[in-house]
């Protein structure tokens, strides 16, 4: 289900985002710290504490669990090459 939250450019693309679709269903909308992946590039950011997203920084990346930091960079993959297959 996706919410409502601030419009944000995104860092990669330009591209409006004003919903986010939240994985971790125990709070529905995204929180500070949440990560964001455009749906339009798979540019990954990261949320504010007022839900505007920022991209995410190199040590952010480093910090992450590698498990999480493949899972990540697949859906973010697949948002990319779903924009190149024109189906936006
Ligand atoms: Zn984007």
Same mark, same amino acid.
Request: aromatic share 4%.
């Given at each position: 289900?996706?919410?409502?939250?601030? *419009?944000?450019?995104?860092?990669?693309? +330009? #591209? !409006?985002? +004003?919903?986010?679709? *939240?994985? +971790?269903?125990?709070?529905?909308? !995204?929180?500070?710290?949440?990560?964001? $992946?455009?749906?339009?590039?798979?540019?990954?950011? $990261?949320?504010?504490?007022? %839900?505007? $997203?920022?991209? $995410?920084?190199?040590?952010?990346?480093? =910090?992450? +669990? !590698?498990? %999480?930091?493949? %899972?990540?960079?697949?859906?973010? %993959?697949?948002?990319? #090459? =779903?924009?190149?297959?024109?189906?936006?």
């Amino acid at each position: 289900m996706s919410e409502r939250v601030p *419009v944000t450019r995104c860092a990669g693309c +330009d #591209a !409006p985002c +004003d919903a986010a679709t *939240v994985a +971790d269903s125990t709070h529905p909308l !995204p929180v500070e710290g949440d990560l964001s $992946i455009c749906a339009y590039c798979g540019a990954v950011g $990261i949320y504010r504490a007022d %839900q505007t $997203i920022r991209p $995410i920084t190199p040590q952010e990346w480093a =910090r992450m +669990d !590698p498990g %999480q930091r493949r %899972q990540i960079e697949g859906a973010s %993959q697949f948002a990319a #090459a =779903r924009r190149k297959g024109g189906t936006r």
